[in-house]
């Protein structure tokens, strides 16, 4: 019985953990939902922000969010691929995941609270990918943000078909043509190999996001260095494909790499250059992210306030 009740103890303290001064944060385990809640009791009457991670990480760890509650917003931090419960790759993914943690998210709304949708890299593709299919959010923010959909393609053996990623009502998600993976370990900038897929478009548009159909206000931020994919390009693309509406907006960063996610009210005293991914054997594969030191916590510091002016925006209007 003793036994019983530490481990009951040990789990009720996991469950509802503290990240920082007054931010708890609560695993989220049910209906196949997998995510942690960053919350504040006074943030009642905020959005809450549902964030869509890269493929780098299952889940954010919730020191990386917890800037955004302390600024008055909760946080629903969603892992898709890369956790128990969950697929170990990005592949066949249905984007009605997304449209349950969204449900979910509505319960904590008490009627009046806004929902905004925030993904990364490959979980800003899927955010654009909801939002083109479903209209029940009320603002997106895409960071390093891509226009096209990408199939399961990086480590898959040469022998097996290429996969996509996302379904949509049971069916694949078609996916944009691109070449084989055939990189060694070590250093590695994948732009090379969506860079092609984006000179071709004239010739085929099978693959892109319809981004058209995005209702809700849309920020799009991205460095202008980008190594892993052209993520400026891309969204200055979606800009005019929704014609100039003043619904998107696309910021561009000098200098500045992939990564630059920050939302602590410090200053950042160091720069992600790159992810390691072990694909085969003892060695790794780093796929570089571009930019320079400077240009990369530029970016940083500056997205945060463009991040907290466009949640503030949602709030008031």
């Not at 530490?6 to 996991?14: H, S, Y």
């Not at 509802?16 to 960053?38: D, R």
């Amino acid at each position: 019985m003793r036994h019983l009740i530490k481990v009951f103890i040990i789990t009720l303290l996991l469950s509802c953990q503290k990240a920082a001064l007054n931010v708890n944060v609560k695993a989220v385990e049910e209906n196949g939902i997998v995510g942690e809640y960053l919350f504040q009791k006074e943030n009642i009457q905020n959005p809450i922000i549902v964030v869509l991670p890269g493929s780098g990480k299952g889940l954010l760890h919730a020191r990386e969010l917890e800037g955004l509650v302390q600024e008055g917003y909760d946080v629903f931090s969603v892992a898709y691929q890369g956790q128990k419960l969950l697929p170990k790759r990005i592949n066949r993914i249905p984007i009605e995941y997304v449209k349950k943690c969204i449900d979910w998210a509505q319960t904590k709304n008490e009627g009046t609270r806004k929902i905004i949708l925030l993904g990364i890299s490959r979980g800003a593709e899927l955010a654009l990918l909801y939002a083109s299919k479903f209209d029940d959010v009320d603002g997106l923010i895409g960071y390093s943000p891509s226009n096209i959909v990408l199939p399961d393609h990086v480590g898959v053996d040469d022998t097996m078909p290429l996969l996509s990623s996302w379904t949509y009502q049971g069916k694949d998600i078609p996916f944009a043509n691109i070449r084989r993976f055939d990189d060694e370990a070590g250093k590695i900038m994948y732009k090379k190999y969506i860079d092609p897929i984006l000179k071709n478009r004239v010739n085929s548009s099978e693959g892109f996001i319809d981004v058209s159909k995005i209702k809700c206000p849309t920020l799009l931020l991205s460095g202008k260095a980008d190594l892993v994919w052209p993520s400026y390009e891309m969204s200055e693309m979606m800009v005019e494909e929704t014609e100039g509406r003043n619904t998107i907006k696309s910021i561009g960063y000098e200098n500045a790499g992939h990564q630059f996610l920050w939302f602590s009210k410090g200053e950042p005293t160091r720069v992600a250059t790159s992810q390691s991914l072990r694909l085969t054997g003892i060695k790794k594969h780093r796929f570089l992210y571009g930019g320079t030191e400077e240009g990369t916590k530029k970016a940083m510091i500056e997205s945060r306030k463009e991040v907290l002016k466009f949640i503030d925006f949602i709030n008031n209007n």
